[in-house]
């Protein structure tokens, strides 16, 4: 292992950190812009002024999540340059120009439309201004796809040879479409769904609990809820079916998330560790909580198929165990209790529970959505931590080891600008909190009148 | 295919150099208009400053995210040799736009418009000043052995590079002052004259001392201005672009509203098209070891015709709508504003 004070240490630090914080708003820019397209739809089709009022509310809230996001998406883009050049120029050919797509395609698109949807609404038709939204919505989830496209292309890079440390592209299409792509792109764009869902229901039972504009927020709860029954349980089978290609194409990062040293030899089943502690230098687990036939049970649909144990990997091509262990069982345990939240809240919608008159007693259940907003984050962190680290030591998969592909330069260059990352960003995390609860403590504006050429009033 | 392939990389080059310089006028003018802030009189008048880029800042810097994932995508070797190598710069360059690209809605959202208009003006005036030193430092040549960055982390700070910075912030607040011409007026339109008319006359000054040790340092580039038939060329866009610079002054002095802003966009267009024909074929100039070309530095055919096919049908679209936006958006900029149709949800 490397020192900690290394320019390689410490470019995999800056790139975690600037990545994990990253994340945490285009999740909700994705959700949250589909959401608003639902209620202008709604709008315009109904005529209801309500829903016009929750397009105003959520866009607020919306654009304050929006603009961290910008800020802390630009450092990404650039810093494969900065931090990562050996790797920009060994998979620039496919890489580079898949972020290309996205600044191209998506994020334009979602920029330009931005400014009409937050300024326009007195400069446009209510047809316009819907059709803005709409590009703004269609816009962050292709930048989504295309971000995806990359960064599993990263984990099963395909459509190409890799010679002379440079990744030449031999078909482009098998690169797009590479395995781990299908699992990557719908996994992810379901999380920023049903983060964006949790949100949207969290808030709303947070006013119904206050006593706050409670039929108001019952009508965006009801459609947080309706979403929730469809997402939850997708999100989990399509999460099984991406464990399922891990076990195809990473068969060392299933191993380690498993904390499976050992393979099962042939008739036995391999058991799956609900916790254990992995040790790197024993090559096993110094203990160990197991459920017999488990693993294989999930892996290869067969109680006694055979799973790869990490020994029959060579110790440095192995990745971390003990995050990826953790993380993806914390990634797991909240995927369940969304999916029996979810469960929970439409039983009780279907005794009447949710009616106007009676929701305000459901305390208990009203606070398990507002505990769910953290948890779904939470979620999605340590999902992507079990992704990245699970792919270690490899930057891309079997052909380029990360230890190889940073820029070498001064460790204080790098010490530096992580620094400033790390006062900066918690900075920024400070002044997103304030502002939205800012805005969440003012709550939706009584009466803001519509548009004067708004149709179907 | 056959007969564009030799060209691909040229084409590409086009490309870039396109997307660079809508950046670099449409973000540039917002810049400059950021740097102008800081000498604004009180609150009101910054508000106004703020409000004239206010809904259309944000697509204009994403022309920044476009050229660098393009530049990425089309020049692998060039993007990652000119970041890691201005890594400081560059770095400079993103702090900076988090300060500028969260003033905008945190101030909408907050009682102390001052901090966030300060944060604004602060904010463009580090960008402005990184990609100074960013490109002050490219110009200075990179030292590059076998294509990895050999130089010093801090070799993009020097008496050349303080100079070109001079020229980039001379030149943005040029562009900011007839921007606020064409989107104000009273005061602050009067004063943008007065700026601009300044701030002409140093840009000027300082480019062509810039151009003058480019072709000191370079011997290439000076054959360029001497030997034929790149002469021609080289000389016929600093002709024009002198006469871009001749029509702005008139304009200043003529009052007029929309035509400084224009006029100083042909001197950015003619003087940037006649630096690169005075580079090329030199994406990288280095004084020490061998200049890195267009063609070294290039991703492969195929992704160079891939990505050719996709752009051709991406640019017209986003000039498309981005041109209904601009327009959408034309008019004056007035201490009510936007701000009174923008209404809270």
Known sequence: MESLVDHVTLSRLQFALTAHFHILWPVLSIGLSLFLVVMEALWLKTGNIVYYRHCRFWSRLFLVNFTVGVVSGIPMEFQFGTNWAPFSVAGGDFFGHMLGFEAAMAFMLEATFLGIMAFGWNRVSPRVHFFSTCMVALGSSLSAFWIMVANSWMHTPTGGVFIDGRFVITDKLAAIFNPDMPWGVSHMWLACIEISVFVVGGLSAWYILKGRHVDFFLKSFKIAVIAAIVVTPLQILVGDGSGTAVYEHQPAKLAAIEAHWETNPPGEGAPWKIIAWPNKTRQDNDWAIEIPYALSLITTKSPTGPVRGLREFPAEDQPPVLLPFYAFRIMMAVGFLLFFLMLWTAWTWYRGGLDADRIMDRKRLLLAWIAAVPLSYIGMETGWITREVGRQPWILYNMLRTTDAATNMPASAVGGSLLTFAVLYPLLFALFVYFAKRIIAAGPAEAVPPPPEAAGA | ?345
């Open chain 2, 1 to 345: 295919m056959g007969l564009i392939e030799p060209y691909l990389p040229d084409i590409w080059l086009f490309i870039i150099g396109f997307f660079l310089l809508y950046y670099a006028v449409a973000d540039g003018y917002g810049l400059g208009v950021g740097i102008l802030s800081l000498f604004a009189r009180d609150e009101e008048e910054r508000s106004i400053m703020m409000e004239s880029i206010e809904s259309t800042w944000h697509d204009n810097q994403t022309w920044l995210v476009l050229l660098g994932g393009m530049l990425f995508g089309a020049f692998p070797l060039f993007y990652s040799l000119v970041l890691s190598s201005l890594y400081i710069p560059i770095l400079l360059m993103l702090f900076g736009l988090i300060f500028r690209g969260i003033s905008f809605e945190f101030r909408s959202n907050s009682d102390e418009k001052r901090t966030w208009s300060l944060s604004f003006g602060f904010g463009s005036l580090i960008v402005t000043i990184a990609q100074g030193f960013a490109l002050g430092g490219l110009l200075s040549g990179l030292p590059v052995k076998d294509g990895v960055f050999a130089g010093s982390v801090w070799g993009w700070l020097n008496p050349f590079s303080v100079l070109v910075t001079a020229g980039v912030l001379g030149g943005y607040v040029m562009l900011g002052s007839n921007y606020l011409i064409l989107k104000t007026h009273d005061e602050i339109q009067q004063r943008s004259y007065r700026i601009s008319l300044l701030s002409s006359i140093i840009t000027l000054v300082v480019s062509v001392t810039v151009h003058l040790r480019i072709v000191a340092m370079y011997p290439h580039a000076a054959g360029k201005w001497t030997h034929p038939p790149d002469c021609y060329a080289v000389w016929a866009f600093v002709l024009l672009a002198g006469i871009a610079f001749v029509l702005l002054l008139v304009s200043l002095e003529q009052r007029r509203e929309i035509a400084p802003l224009f006029c100083n966009m042909g001197i950015i267009l003619f003087s940037f098209v006649g630096m690169s024909v005075a580079m090329y074929p030199y994406m990288i100039p280095n004084v020490i070891a061998s200049p890195l070309t267009v063609h070294s530095v290039a991703a492969s055919p195929d992704t160079l015709w891939f990505m050719l096919v996709v752009v051709m049908v991406l640019i017209p679209l986003i000039l498309t709508y981005t041109g209904y936006k601009h327009r959408l958006f034309r008019g004056k900029t007035t201490e009510s504003g936007y701000e009174s149709e923008r209404g809270h949800g």
